[in-house]
């Protein structure tokens, strides 16, 4: 058994759900964000039933074109296809939750590994990680009109949750400014290492092994036929029964990330997720994801509206899950 030795109890809690566990169909509720200025009070009903419910849902009708994604998981698949040698000269440096790591996430719910490789970018950090155009054109561009796109859906779903919380509606988008220097929300590009050829052992690891996000809400891209995401929602962690999520065209899954459970007075319910390894009838090459993760910025000061939890600002909060997850391992 591990040890629960770490200073959040948001950690703490992930070291006890590292098990293979059961598999349950559960309804994910779909969000319709189409006109979204005329219907923002019944959207926020909805995304708030969701999130108090589950803690997650899907958005439909979001605005964020389906050319903008392809071009997306494009791009990330050309920087994941170079050379170990050139994504090497664009490390993720300690604490930075920016550049280029190869399986180095390690869960506490697992102890192991996650089986891949990631680029995160975080926009204050990146002066030295971009990849030069001879290197690979149009990455960056690409990458900084996706990154906004995906801020700018966030903040709408966050200015929902801001008026149900009694906050003005601006509250979340002013701690996620993107002009400020303590700007922290991170797009991360993510590769799952093919299973071809693997020997029988590997498929008792896991992709990506049980966690919440640290942030305060996560927007998911999914390439259909790439499976495998598993969700297991609210206090359901104890009895350890996941629920598959398919990877679906125009729609973008979302979870309520540990800041905005704690920021809602655990309220919003923060979703265990992992990825899991696929099974023999299924799709063993690669797996490409992308996530948006709406971190507050560093200078942000976390409380919920009744004081539940002692204040802490952003940057000290982020700073002890990077460390926890990007441990060596043991």
């Not at 919920?304 to 997850?325: T, V, W």
Request: aromatic letters at 10%; a negative charge.
């Amino acid at each position: 058994m591990k040890t629960a030795n770490y200073a959040l109890e948001e950690l703490n809690k992930e070291t006890t759900i590292g098990e293979i566990g059961l598999e349950k169909s559960r309804e994910i509720r779909k969000i319709d964000m189409s006109d979204f200025a005329n219907r923002k009070a019944e959207i926020a009903d909805d995304l708030w039933a969701a999130s108090v419910e589950s803690g997650f849902f899907q958005l439909i009708n979001h605005g964020v074109p389906q050319d903008k994604i392809d071009g997306a998981f494009e791009m990330s698949e050309r920087f994941f296809a170079m050379e170990s040698e050139v994504k090497a000269k664009y490390p993720m440096l300690k604490g930075t939750n920016s550049g280029w790591e190869y399986m180095a996430q390690v869960r506490p719910s697992t102890g192991s590994a996650d089986r891949k490789e990631s680029y995160q970018i975080t926009l204050p950090r990146m002066t030295t990680l971009w990849p030069t155009q001879e290197e690979l054109a149009g990455f960056k561009s690409a990458m900084l009109e996706f990154e906004r796109m995906n801020w700018s859906l966030a903040m709408r779903v966050l200015s929902c949750f801001a008026l149900k919380l009694g906050f003005d509606e601006a509250f979340f988008t002013e701690r996620h400014d993107p002009a400020s220097a303590h700007y922290q929300s991170t797009l991360r590009l993510l590769h799952y290492l093919p299973m071809e050829n693997a020997k029988p052992e590997d498929f008792d690891l896991w992709r990506a092994g049980a966690h919440t996000d640290f942030d305060c809400l996560t927007l998911l891209h999914q390439k259909s036929g790439q499976g495998g995401l598993q969700l297991c929602p609210g206090k359901e962690f104890e009895t350890h029964e996941w629920t598959s999520v398919e990877p679906l065209p125009g729609v973008i899954t979302c979870n309520i990330g540990d800041m905005l459970m704690r920021w809602s007075d655990d309220e919003l319910k923060s979703t265990l997720h992992r990825v899991r390894m696929p099974k023999p009838e299924e799709y063993q090459g690669p797996r490409y994801s992308i996530a948006y993760f709406a971190q507050a910025n560093t200078d942000a000061i976390i409380q919920g509206p009744r004081k539940m939890y002692d204040p802490i600002s952003a940057n000290d909060y982020l700073q002890q899950r990077i460390a926890a997850n990007f441990a060596k391992k043991a």
